[in-house]
């Protein structure tokens, strides 16, 4: 009797496996503050993604120039600049790229001109696991 893999598997068990096999998904963290980039990108990373950390504008320049990501966290306020200045340089070099904007400064204003100019999603800080989670499902990231 021949037994063929995956057939009588539940859905959990496929996606576990297909996680296991496929790469894991690059994501770029750009937020100058360091305690923000450990909490995410650890928390990204039991996710099962890849995360890379650059603190300034120009720093996330170079790392969007050396590799593609599959899904960019974007602070709004960082010490060289703002991420809007930043979200046209992405959309035109990381095409199947996500961006979810990141800010405590949350307000229904920072909301409309990050979709206007780009972005995928937005969240407020202090974000939870569970506001992080929803937008990597959200993008389909």
Known sequence: MRT???ANVGPQFRQAVDNATSPAKRVLIIDDEADICLLLSGLLRRLGYQPTC???IEEGRQCLDSQQFDAIFLDLNLPDGLGFDLLSFIKSGQ???KIIM???FDG???RRRATEQGADYFIGKPFTRRSVETALQTVQV
Do not use: L, R, T
């Open 4 to 6: 063929i893999v995956g």
């Open 108 to 110: 229904q204003a920072e």
């Open 54 to 56: 650059a603190h300034f």
């Open 95 to 97: 095409k199947k790229a």
């Open 102 to 104: 990141i800010s405590a």
